[in-house]
């Protein structure tokens, strides 16, 4: 990036339904706008965990590579994990 092009920052607000729908609408872009938004995409990851470990949701990989999501209500999830959420955990 040059200068001109990090010389501003600027920040939103969002709920947790338009930070999701923001993940998505990344996650479905094309590879060009993926990278551009790379750095909103991650810290919308970053705050995904932030509030997953507030509300004690727990994640294990099963075998077969199925993510199991579980929080302190006892709901479990059982699904595909996005590469997001097994790289770097």
């Known amino acids: 990036m040059t200068s001109d092009e990090t010389r501003y920052t600027f920040t939103l607000s969002v709920n947790i339904i338009e930070a999701g729908v923001l ?25 995904k965990k932030e509030v997953e470990q507030a509300e004690g949701v727990t994640k294990e990989v099963l075998p077969g590579g199925v993510l199991k ?3 302190a209500d006892g709901n479990v999830i059982i699904r595909e994990p996005y590469p997001w959420e097994i790289e770097g955990n």
């Open 69 to 71: 999501i579980s929080d």
């Open 23 to 47: 993940m998505g609408v990344i996650m479905k872009a094309e590879d060009h706008t993926r990278e551009l938004l790379s750095g909103v995409f991650k810290q919308l990851v970053d705050k």
